[in-house]
């Protein structure tokens, strides 16, 4: 088994555990995951021969139709098209699953068709980067493989075949990145180039778009030996990168023209998703430090700026302002790159409002609307209503099950293959869901499906795959999925075999000229709208969320901060753990007990999920359950508490923290776009001085020297209140560090010097998290005198006693005074 464990115990699981393994039983022994391998393989067999029985040489077939489905050649303006392009692209994008599935046979037939049937010459315009990703990382995944003969996969005799119709496809995507910005257009007509697709379906490329074919093309650059392919995706990455926001930020989509952003907008799902995972995964692949600081620059951004409690918000890329009120399903990739950074206790916590949303949904909306609306309903809730079997949330179940070894991701592996067998079973494939608030199927099943959906269901449950063997090690998962590596052996061997495709189907210039016109003219005219669009949205927020900030503070704060969004709202409501069967809470309304507990199950197995014992786990479900509500149709019971699970992981879990009924609000001191430059450190040693007469910063401690530019997310302490720390605040705390910061200034500067005077109820503040940066329990912030001096008169904020710091007319409980001399830097005395 995964977790290593005395004999004694391991005898007594052996006596616990089932040995006869039931659909309903979690045991997840070899001979379970065998089981699940197994009914993973059948059902994406099921798609395969459906796919090549009724689509093929298609690029769909349509699951419940049984019939072929392509490009809509008589409306270039229907969107499928940029995926379809004629050329089979199912059978493009999911051949390497049978390398993952351990079936050389039907790698080999794969192969074969793609080789004897494949073409590109086909009219039709595709986007560009859904034609690398699905397409041209595909026929790069298969070459390494069949050229390699350590890997399992070697194909006898094969000499560069496959290399040969990647380098054909790379030339016709080329001349895309003909633009004066050198961001490429969006699509390309496969036969006539770029000129052939209509201008006003070139005006936007969205930045996910125009950064992501960068790991495909500098790949082929590698294998062929053409430098185009990586000098022109390269610097459209690094043009995208160099547009940046003075927060560092990135919005959703820009004009190739004219190399300017067309809207504000920013976040991690759709549009801007791959941005941030071919930064990192490029920087592994390539081993470059310019793609790491991009990954890590941009990280530290998005958790200053876009990050809210529970998960990452949309936000305007150049004030940090929360955008929208919807979390979208694309985005459930991200705690899969965060595991790849190294970031696992972030991945984990982005990881549960999928996970939450996947028990509700059975599938995940394309967007779930989190903000409170007067009256919640499901319609209210699911903003974008359908489910195309995205593989997003499997693929970070994958990575979070390979960095924890947490049962829990097993079984919401088994979810989602019971998911599979059932709800989306089709006659001839699997089919989506149209809309989820009413359960109707979707005629489609998108070539991701089989490429990247069944693939990480299957590497969940494979601990010995190809994929986890040591000569594997440095490879990566594109964004579709196609495992990609640099073999330095076999570079500069490679000559292409025809180079009948030109990559000057048309020269530069005469793109531009042709194009740029048309182009411009379409953009004035939809600047001016979106403009207007954007400004309609922004004082339809300030009217809600931002507002009721303003109120909170609007009596005693009138002169205080610029401050920003309004992240948590908190209510004491009757059960605290909405959505579990009643038998298993256990509900304390007089909250006196420092811990409430879930019930604990009787039986106890001697291994457990530490995921499902986090105390938080079940908070987002009473925070969120105006928006997690489950349509009439579903009645599931939350994965983690399916009795075949709960009796063998749930030893003594779930322990839960009471839900914290403190509120909670963001402050931004000075200017906005210092935000990205503020200095905050975390301390890692304690002071060299030998004997210092005031309070020593420790290690783990902050030191932020200038409050310019510094977003705080403030807790609210006041008596009787459940903290987040799963305390009840005692009014004895409030007094004790509300008598610090009575001012006794000998000159009574109160300009100054703060007080704790007020009329209002007596409460302390408490940061809980600093420019993205969690401060936990016993942790202090120390700021320098100065500091606080520079900021006093406008924000409120003003020194109190023995070294506190107030805000208003309340003390703040983690954060001081560094008191280690008057320039207060004291950087040489503190390790920072
Ligand atoms: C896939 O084509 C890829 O995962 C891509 O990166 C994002 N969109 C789809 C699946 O949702």
New binding site residues.
């Given amino acids: 088994m995964l977790i290593v464990r005395p004999l004694a115990s391991f005898l007594g699981l052996l006596i616990l555990l089932p040995l006869v393994v039931g659909d309903s039983v979690s045991s997840f022994t070899k001979a379970h995951l065998q089981s699940l391998r197994a009914q993973t393989k059948e059902l994406f067999d099921h798609g395969w021969r459906s796919y090549i029985q009724f689509g093929y040489p298609a690029d769909e077939v349509r699951p419940l139709s049984c019939i072929p489905y392509g490009p809509n050649y008589s409306d270039s303006y229907d969107l499928r098209n940029d995926v379809l392009g004629n050329f089979s692209v199912t059978l493009l994008d999911l051949v390497d699953t049978f390398i993952i599935m351990h079936d050389y046979e039907g790698f080999r037939k794969g192969v074969d068709l793609i080789l004897s049937t494949v073409t590109f010459d086909s009219d039709s315009a595709v986007q560009v980067f859904?034609t690398s990703?699905?397409a041209l990382g595909l026929l790069l995944s298969l070459h390494l493989f069949a050229s390699d003969r350590s890997k399992g996969f070697y194909i006898p005799g094969y000499s560069n075949e496959l290399l040969d119709l990647a380098y054909e496809l790379g030339l016709k995507l080329l001349p895309a990145y003909s633009t004066p910005s050198g961001i490429p257009y969006p699509r390309v007509n496969l036969r006539r180039g770029v000129l052939a697709v209509p201008s006003s379906l070139q005006y936007e490329t969205c930045t996910?778009g125009a950064g992501l074919p960068m790991l495909e093309m500098a790949l082929l650059l590698r294998l062929t030996g053409n430098p185009s392919f990586e000098e022109a995706s390269r610097n459209a990455f690094m043009t995208l990168w160099e547009l940046r926001t003075s927060l560092n930020l990135v919005p959703m989509g820009l004009s190739p023209v004219k190399s300017r952003w067309l809207g504000q907008t920013t976040g991690i799902g759709a549009s801007i998703?791959?941005f941030y995972?071919y930064a990192l995964k490029g920087a592994i692949l390539f081993d470059d430090a310019e793609l790491f600081s991009v990954w890590e620059t941009s990280y530290k951004a998005l958790s200053v700026s876009a990050k809210a409690d529970w998960f990452y918000t949309t936000v305007d890329a150049e004030t940090g302002y929360l955008a929208t009120g919807w979390v979208d399903s694309?985005s459930a990739?991200f705690p899969g790159l965060q595991v790849l950074a190294g970031r696992l206790s972030d991945a984990q916590r982005t990881y549960l409002l999928y996970y939450k949303l996947w028990g509700v949904y059975g599938a995940l909306p394309e967007r779930w609307n989190f903000q409170r609306q007067r009256k919640s309903s499901v319609k209210t809730a699911v903003a974008l209503e359908w489910y195309?079997l995205?593989?997003?949330f499997i693929e970070s179940t994958y990575h979070l099950y390979r960095a924890t070894r947490d049962p829990l991701y097993l079984q919401v592996g088994v979810a989602v293959l019971k998911a599979y067998q059932s709800r989306f079973m089709a006659t001839c494939g699997f089919a989506g869901i149209q809309d989820i608030r009413i359960g109707t199927m979707q005629d489609r099943m998108?070539s991701?499906v089989l490429s990247?959906t069944f693939k990480y269901l299957y590497l969940l449950f494979d601990e010995d795959n190809i994929a986890h063997q040591e000569n594997l090690k440095d490879a990566i998962f594109s964004?579709?999925?196609h495992l990609l590596w640099l073999d330095r052996q076999s570079l500069d061997s490679y000559t292409p075999a025809s180079d009948n495709v030109s990559s000057d189907l048309v020269s530069e210039d005469s793109i531009h000229e042709n194009l740029e016109p048309a182009i411009s003219e379409l953009l004035s005219q939809l600047l001016s709208s979106s403009v207007e669009r954007v400004k309609q949205f922004s004082q339809n927020f300030l009217r809600n969320d931002y507002g009721k900030l303003r109120k909170y503070y609007a009596t005693s704060r009138s002169r205080l901060l610029d401050y920003n969004q309004m992240v948590l709202e908190t209510k004491i409501n009757k059960t605290y753990m909405a959505g579990l069967p009643s038998e298993l809470v256990l509900v304390d309304e007089d909250l006196t007990d420092a811990f409430e507990m879930c019930e604990v199950p009787s039986s106890n197995p001697p291994f457990s999920s530490a995921f499902m014992s986090w105390d938080r786990f079940y908070e987002i479900d009473d925070r969120y359950s105006h928006a997690l509500i489950a349509p009439p149709y579903r009645s599931a019971a939350p994965l983690e508490q399916e009795e075949g699970f709960l009796s063998i992981w749930g030893a003594n879990l779930p322990q839960c923290a009471r839900r914290p009924t403190t509120e909670s609000f963001e402050v931004l001191f000075g200017d906005k776009k210092k935000l990205r430059l503020a200095q905050v450190d975390h301390i890692l040693g304690q002071s060299r001085e030998p004997k210092l007469d005031f309070e020593q910063p420790k290690a783990g401690d902050f030191w932020v020297p200038h409050l310019d530019g510094i977003r705080l997310r403030m807790e609210k302490l006041e008596p009787r209140k459940i903290d987040s720390r799963n305390r009840e605040v005692s009014s004895d705390y409030i007094n004790a560090l509300r008598a610090q910061c009575i001012v006794a200034d000998p000159l009574e500067n109160y300009d100054l010097l703060g007080s704790c005077d007020t009329e209002e109820a007596p409460k302390v503040l408490r940061v809980e998290l600093i420019n993205g940066n969690a401060v936990h329990e016993n942790v202090t912030i120390w700021i320098s005198r100065t500091s606080v001096q520079s900021l006093a008169p406008n924000t409120q904020i003003f020194e109190g006693r023995n070294g506190s710091v107030l805000l208003g007319s309340d003390p703040i409980e983690n954060l001081r005074i560094y008191e280690g001399g008057p320039q207060a830097g004291a950087s040489q005395s503190i390790q920072v």
């Fill in positions: 859904e990703i699905r996910a998703d791959s995972e694309l990739f195309p995205r593989p997003e998108e991701f990247e964004t579709e999925g």
